[in-house]
Nanobody, 118 residues
Framework: QVQLVESGGGLVQAGGSLRLTCKAT????????MGWYRQNLGTPRELVAT???????AYGDSVRGRFTISRDNARNTVSLQMDNLKPEDTAVYYC????????????WGQGTQVTVSS
């Protein structure tokens, strides 16, 4: 089992920055990729960014160039630096972990709210 705990959400004005961090515990050596997703009530969960244990990174179209994902294997954390935030970035952000690089995410955190005011 893998447990994920997010931190760093909050309220920020448009144009500002926030940094989210996800701490993984449990069977962390089995994790092949980690990612961030976001969701608003009544909408599908949206890819924000992913990173594999080999360092391959992918971003969703709406955040590319503004958000940066990083992984610290020594601390078992994955972070999301969010710059130039926009009101449409408002959502609950979830950390996720997968045991297979090409598989779906098996583990999810509880989510952290990010609210961007205009």
């Amino acid at each position: 089992q893998v447990q994920l705990v997010e931190s760093g959400g909050g309220l920020v004005q448009a144009g500002g920055s926030l940094r989210l961090t996800c701490k993984a515990t449990g069977r962390i050596l089995t994790i092949k990729k980690m990612g961030w997703y976001r969701q608003n009530l009544g909408t599908p969960r949206e890819l924000v960014a992913t990173v594999t244990d080999g360092g391959e990174i992918a971003y969703g179209d709406s955040v590319r160039g503004r958000f940066t994902i990083s992984r610290d294997n020594a601390r078992n954390t994955v972070s999301l630096q969010m710059d130039n935030l926009k009101p449409e970035d408002t959502a609950v952000y979830y950390c996720a972990a997968a045991l297979y690089e090409l598989g779906s995410y098996e583990y999810w955190g509880q989510g952290t709210q990010v609210t961007v005011s205009s």
